[in-house]
């Protein structure tokens, strides 16, 4: 039975690489298709990494301990709370792709509609294509401010988990029975108890703010470029 779980684990861990190649060849071949979906890749790989690494946590059987020393539901609350921010950031990495694939498309195929902005700034004067350009950049901020949020609430709520632990581990701490000693096993259990919830709420706080960063990061720079593409061909076309 053990010999048949390694098998198929090895197996896993093939298909993920070969699915990791197939990316990184996509990535670096001078693919149109790969590089209108450049933005999109580069999400998708960092979260493919960072679920091999869980696979590999889960089958060192670290994520069950981890699971099984969580009381109260707060290491599943955090980890709920990372999976609508990365739920969330999958939505804005996919429409960031599209806004930077119609800009693509604009500038290379003749006669292709021209985006919202661009119709907005036709004929407008300098101060008023400056305004738009402002209100774009805050719109798109606005976007991804929220996963930047959630990503750093996740550390606040590490934080809380680590008071919640210590209470835990103090709160079975009698000292007038400090001398009994058969009070001392359960005193000692509940210590120990009240201390991995700490440690381990803050642990996936933690990791799961890094993870979620790095995918704010990615946005960020899809975002940058959106913004920095839209400016320089709204004041083309609005000059032309």
């Known amino acids: 039975m053990r010999l048949r779980c390694r098998q198929e684990r090895g197996n896993r861990i093939r298909r993920c690489g070969v699915f990791l190649g197939q990316i990184c060849r996509a990535l670096t071949r001078d693919d149109p298709i790969a590089h209108r979906y450049l933005l999109l890749l580069r999400f998708i790989l960092a979260n493919v990494i960072a679920l091999a690494l869980v696979g590999a946590a889960a089958g060192q059987g670290w994520i069950e301990e981890l ?4 009381q109260g539901g707060l290491v ?3 980890v709920a709370v990372f999976l609508v921010g990365l739920v969330w950031s999958g939505q ?13 498309r604009f500038i290379r195929v003749p006669g292709a509609p021209a985006p919202a902005y661009l119709e907005a700034v036709a004929g407008r004067a300098a101060e008023s294509r400056a305004i738009l350009a402002s209100s774009l950049r805050l719109k798109l901020a606005s976007r991804i401010a929220p996963i930047r949020h959630i990503a750093n609430s996740l550390v606040l709520l590490g934080l809380i988990g680590t008071v919640v632990g210590f209470i835990i581990a103090l709160s079975g701490v009698r000292p007038e ?15 120990i108890s009240g201390m991995s919830v700490a440690l381990y709420t803050t642990l996936v706080g ?7 960063m790095v995918n704010v ?20 076309h609005a000059r032309s």
């Open 67 to 70: 699971l099984a020393a969580d």
């Open 76 to 78: 599943r609350a955090i």
């Open 92 to 104: 804005r990495a996919v429409q960031l792709s599209r806004s930077l694939n119609e800009l693509e």
């Open 177 to 191: 029975v400090a001398s009994d000693v058969a009070a001392i096993g359960p005193m000692v259990s509940t210590l």
């Open 206 to 212: 933690s990791l799961l703010h890094v993870w979620l």
């Open 217 to 236: 990061r990615l946005l960020e720079g899809g975002t940058v470029k959106l913004l920095t593409i839209t400016v320089e061909l709204g004041e083309r």
